[in-house]
């Protein structure tokens, strides 16, 4: 199910909405982000539309007025998907399908097709069609298209059984044996986990695309997947690095993103579960993009979801080479400053007085302060570590000077 052929970029128009939850600039932020996962799907965003509305419509989640434009827009371009930035019910897709007359996406669904197409190995496929057989099944109604040819033999359809129950059957027979065999795969990583020995485990968590698979080929000297582009790892890689002469394990996991669909965080427990598992994790922040306090806040809220948020953890603060702080006019005695503003000095300063955070401030392509980097992580371990085993201390001393 989760085969993507080679294609050319679909002509998309992305819809998102203003409402008290969400002001102008949220949602310009928010469309942005969709603008960017829909060109990692393979999309090339047209235009955008956007509507001031408190309570979304039941039956087509924006208002028939600006429904009826976006329909005019799509027909007089060719537009051949529409996208919305919220998970739409099935009764909406199927409603907002009838009007616009052209294949309807929610965030929900432009995520589940990027990672059908990021999924390399048996298990990340496995999650991942799972997440997609979970959900599909509730948009089944109208779609008369079969995932696969009908059962046959005596006693397997009921009798008048129509086409869309033999869909549903199919789907949900597909569902229980892809959770039966992540069940066995489950129960093989716990096994292979176990097997790891009394190493320090740390994992590398962090917001989708900011720079985790790059720090884990550096401090790693391996060779992890990385691309500029949204959810470039899915799969967990494990590597053993040793600093000083301190041995421990580093594993990179799947980035976060806010609206992370539900379905993909039962479907990658397993991945999870080397967050869960880790003695130290490794937040790794986007340092230049203009809202990457709220990543941060995005990535703690999965990790509370998790119950990982009380492990020890390093705020690693990539990308300082690209930061670019947005100048005021010194002549400009109303505009209030923000963290938008400050330079790198100034938002350092201000994280390193937040109490008990430990944080370093890195470029992982240019290695800039990586030996800060390197000293920081040594001591988080070195302090789980000797916890651990109280009579290695003397083996590890304080500082990489000894080295």
Not at 4 to 18: C, H, M, N, R
Request: glycine content about 4%; hydrophobic content about 35%; aromatic content about 8%.
């Amino acid at each position: 199910m989760i085969e993507k052929k080679s294609f050319d970029f679909e002509k998309t128009v992305l819809v998102g909405v203003i409402n008290l939850g969400q002001n102008e600039e949220k949602s310009i932020e928010y469309l942005d982000e969709l603008d960017f996962l829909t060109l990692t799907a393979g999309g090339k965003v047209i235009n955008r539309f956007t509507q001031k509305i408190d309570i979304p419509n039941p039956k087509t989640f924006i208002g028939k007025g600006k429904l009826f434009e976006i329909e005019s827009f799509v027909s007089e371009n060719n537009i051949s998907t529409v996208i919305f930035d919220d998970e739409l019910s099935p009764a909406q897709q199927n409603n907002i399908e009838k009007i616009l007359r052209c294949k309807i996406l929610d965030r929900t669904g432009l995520i589940l097709d990027i990672f059908a197409q990021r999924a390399k190995t048996s298990y990340a496929r496995t999650q991942v069609e799972l997440a997609q057989y979970q959900y599909l099944l509730p948009r089944l109604k109208g779609l008369w298209t079969h995932l696969e040819r009908q059962k046959g033999g005596i006693g397997m359809r009921g009798p008048g059984e129509t086409e869309i129950e033999t869909d549903r059957r199919i789907v949900r027979d597909k569902i229980s044996l892809l959770k039966k065999k992540l069940t066995v795969i489950d129960k093989q990583m716990s096994t292979q986990r176990s097997n790891r020995g009394d190493l320090v485990r740390v994992a590398l968590v962090g917001y989708t695309n900011v720079g985790k698979s790059t720090l884990m080929n550096v401090i790693s000297k391996s060779n992890v997947f990385a691309e500029n582009k949204l959810f470039a790892t899915l799969d967990t890689t494990v590597r053993k690095v040793v600093i000083g002469n301190l041995p421990f394990l580093i594993s990179d996991t799947v980035g976060f993103i806010r609206k992370l669909p539900t379905q993909l965080i039962e479907s990658f427990k397993s991945t999870l579960d080397e967050v869960q598992e880790a003695d130290l994790l490794l937040h790794v922040v986007d340092v230049s993009h203009p809202n990457f306090e709220d990543h941060i806040d995005s990535v703690n809220q999965i990790l509370n979801e998790i119950n990982s948020r009380d492990k020890p953890i390093l705020m690693v603060f990539n990308k300082i080479d690209i930061y670019t702080p947005y100048l005021l006019d010194p002549d400009d005695l109303i505009t209030k400053k923000t963290n938008k503003n400050f330079t790198i000095e100034e938002i350092e300063n201000s994280w390193l007085n937040r109490n008990n955070i430990k944080t370093v401030f890195i470029s992982a392509i240019k290695k800039d302060n990586f030996q800060k980097f390197r000293e920081e992580t040594y001591k988080s371990v070195r302090e789980i570590h000797i916890t651990r085993f109280p009579y290695n201390n003397f083996l590890y001393p304080e500082g990489l000077d000894q080295y």
